[in-house]
């Protein structure tokens, strides 16, 4: 019987082999990766799938012997929950997937969050990121961010720089986040918010916005949206009205000026200054090589901007729970490891997992967009932030 099942199995991979199947076997790990292929931010799930199957390729000799992954890539079509979570039940019930992540948006990962629990299924997030995410499941571990923790160093700094500013944020989860933190830091050091305005997530027309802005006369502007074209959307809003001829500075997380939107922007994003944890031209030697290996792979469009660096990062903590476990993936043991996960070597300098919230630890930038080499980047001027914990965990964990 042994046998026979033995000899079953070396023709069945003989055929796959001579039929160019994928390498995947019958025990590869499933790892369901949801992200947007369509919808508000579509061109930002192939920039997380290139990134993860980047980090495979190059990496898959370091798994166990015996041990291959597989990574199941599903659309969730933008911010749009219910999809989402029909997507994650079906990875999980149909496909036997025992991981998940990616989820650019919010409102996604906390659809996904209870069935993350329910299965048991760990959950590795590589971009949503409002604070409250990583509290809704004890299955999940945050590799990218929060808005807290690029805007309230961003507060801090503005309020030295600045006296009067004026907020603009999406209307959802990740905007009330970068309001209340720049607010509540810009406040603490001296500055006075002038005015506050939230706005639609999907395609909010910025021009009245914007104009209110400018008949409020601030010193700096600081936006948070989504990543992508609404980000330019509103940089050449900016432009357009003469915001930027005024002289007012605008200022926000990373998001704004996303690497892969930068050279969409053009002059208008010169000089925007923001606080974050990724920029395609920092010049640690970790990310020159990751540069440099994304380059070989598919050239430099899309350039790889934070979700890339968050999505390699995702699958090499993944990568290190396979290793540590000799390819069998246990929950408990899983989200063990997860929160001992360390990198002091990625692309966006040191990071790692608190353990005691499973969310991310890492460095904060400020940084300039400048031309450089006939390209647009945001060029790290400083560190403000060392080894930062989401600062809204922190603070609330003081009380
Ligand atoms: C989020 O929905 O959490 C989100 C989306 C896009 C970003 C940042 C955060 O650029």
Do not use: C
């Not at 998940?100 to 629990?117: D, E, Q, S, Y």
């Not at 048991?120 to 949503?128: D, H, Q, Y």
Request: net charge neutral.
């Amino acid at each position: 019987m042994k046998f026979q099942s033995t000899t079953f199995l070396a023709m069945a991979a003989l055929g796959a082999l001579a039929l160019g199947a994928p390498q995947a076997s019958a025990d590869a790990i499933k790892i369901g990766m949801i992200s947007s292929y369509s919808g508000l931010n579509g061109d930002i799930g192939p920039v997380m799938e290139k990134a993860m199957k980047l980090y495979i390729e190059l990496h898959k000799k370091d798994l166990p012997p015996g041990t291959t992954v597989e990574l199941l890539t599903r659309d969730d079509t933008g911010p749009n929950p219910d999809k989402a979570k029909q997507l994650a039940q079906d990875l999980i019930v149909r496909d036997k997937v025992q991981l998940l992540t990616g989820v650019i948006f919010t409102p996604n990962a906390l659809a996904i969050a209870p069935l993350a629990t329910d299965a048991k299924i760990p959950f590795v997030i590589s971009n949503a990121g409002t604070a409250v995410i990583t509290t809704k499941s004890p299955y999940i571990a945050r590799v990218s961010f929060t808005l807290w923790q690029s805007s309230y160093p961003l507060g801090t700094w503005a309020a030295k720089k600045f006296k009067r500013a004026y907020t603009m944020v999406s209307d959802y989860g990740p905007g009330y986040d970068a309001e209340e933190a720049f607010t509540k830091s810009f406040k603490a050091g001296g500055g006075e918010i002038v005015g506050s305005v939230r706005v639609p997530v999907i395609n909010p027309d910025f021009a009245p916005f914007l104009q209110r802005v400018k008949d409020t006369k601030p010193d700096a502007l600081m936006v948070f949206v989504p990543a992508g074209a609404t980000a330019t959307a509103v940089m050449k809003g900016f432009g357009d009205i003469g915001l930027k001829a005024a002289g007012v500075k605008l200022i926000g997380p990373g998001d704004i000026t996303d690497d892969q939107e930068l050279d969409n922007m053009g002059d208008v994003a010169l000089g925007v200054t923001t606080a974050f944890h990724y920029s395609d031209a920092a010049d640690r030697p970790a990310n020159k090589a990751f540069i440099a290996d994304w380059k070989k792979a598919y050239g430099l469009v899309p350039r790889p901007n934070f979700v890339a660096a968050a999505s390699w990062d995702s699958m090499d903590a993944i990568f290190y729970v396979i290793r540590e476990q000799k390819g069998k993936i246990d929950p408990e043991k899983t989200m063990d490891l997860l929160k001992h996960y360390k990198n002091p070597n990625s692309p966006r300098g040191p990071i790692a997992i608190d353990p005691d919230t499973r969310d991310i630890v890492q460095n904060e930038y400020l940084r300039e967009v400048r031309k450089v080499d006939g390209h647009y980047v945001n060029v790290e001027l400083e560190t403000i932030a060392t080894a930062l914990k989401d600062p809204w965990k922190e603070l609330n964990a003081a009380k």
